[in-house]
C-alpha cells in the first residue's frame, strides 16, 4: 500500500472508531442524550415510563445499527481494500456516508426545529474525513505502478 493507501486507511479507520464510539454511547444509555431533552422541554424523569421504554428501545436499535455498519467498514477495510480491490475503493465510503447521513439529517432537523443542540460535529467530521480518504485512494489507484 502507497502512503495515499495508508493516508486513506487511518482516516476510514479513525471514522469507524467515530461511529464506534457512537453506537457504544447509544447501546450503554440508561435516559435520552441530554439535547433530547432541550427538544422536547423535558427532564428525563418526567417522560412517562412507557415512553422512556420505548425511547431507549430505539436508542438501543440505533446503537447496534451503528456498530454494524463499523463492523461492515472495517471488515472491507482490513481485506479487500488493503488488498487493493477496486470495489472496495467505493464501498468503504458509500457505508461511511450512509451512516453519516443517516445521522446528520435527524440532528440537523432537531437543531433547526427546537433549541436543542445536537452534536453536528460528529457526523460533519466523519464526512470530510470519507471525502478527504475517498479522494486519497482513487487518486492513489489511478497512479501507474513505478
Known amino acids: 500500500m502507497n502512503i495515499r493507501m495508508k493516508i486513506a486507511f487511518a482516516c476510514y479507520c479513525l ?36 415512553f422512556q421504554f420505548l425511547i431507549l428501545a430505539l436508542m438501543k436499535a440505533v446503537g447496534g445499527a451503528i456498530i454494524a455498519v463499523a463492523l461492515a467498514l472495517y471488515i472491507v477495510l482490513l481485506v479487500p481494500f488493503r488488498e487493493g480491490e477496486r470495489w472496495a475503493l467505493w464501498a468503504v465510503p ?7 447521513a443517516a445521522a446528520l439529517y435527524p440532528m ?18 466523519g464526512v470530510l474525513l470519507i471525502v478527504f ?14
Open 133 to 146: 480518504a475517498f479522494a486519497l485512494s482513487l487518486s492513489a489507484s489511478k497512479r501507474p505502478a513505478v
Open 15 to 50: 471514522m469507524g472508531l467515530l461511529l464506534v464510539g457512537f453506537g457504544v454511547v447509544y447501546l450503554l444509555r440508561q435516559e435520552f442524550m441530554p439535547y433530547y431533552s432541550v427538544a422536547v422541554g423535558l427532564p428525563w424523569a418526567d417522560v412517562p415510563p412507557n
Open 94 to 100: 458509500i457505508l461511511g456516508l450512509v451512516q453519516s
Open 108 to 125: 440537523s432537523y432537531i437543531a433547526s426545529n427546537t433549541t436543542a443542540s445536537p452534536p453536528l460535529w460528529a457526523p460533519a467530521a
